[in-house]
């Protein structure tokens, strides 16, 4: 069987995988620009389905980081943010460009 998710903005977003399908609630966050906020959570669900996550788990980690993403204005800045925030983290947990941190992402 299939699977599909439908995103809708802060609302629960909703997935059918096989014979299950349900809601997964979204994180809420005081929003500044949710430009961009669809492509990153495209982005962060292929990357963590790259990862091994089950199909369900991928989207709650997808919407996690779309949703901290909208606390910034622009669709790059939240990356600074989170570099920003993990400024005591070792050069283990950076990225190759040095500027998202792998423990957000994992």
Known sequence: ????????GAEALRFVS?????TIEVPQVDAVD???GGDIFHGAFCFYSTK??????ALK???RIASDSCRYRGTRRWMEG????????????????????NKLLS
Request: negative net charge; charged residues 20%.
């Open 1 to 8: 069987m299939g699977k599909i998710a439908i995103t809708l």
């Open 18 to 22: 096989g014979v299950r399908s349900g």
């Open 34 to 36: 949710t430009m961009g």
């Open 52 to 57: 091994d996550y089950e199909f369900e788990a």
């Open 61 to 63: 980690e997808a919407a």
């Open 82 to 101: 989170a570099s920003d925030s993990a400024s005591t983290s070792s050069a283990s947990d950076l990225t190759p460009h040095g500027k998202l941190p």
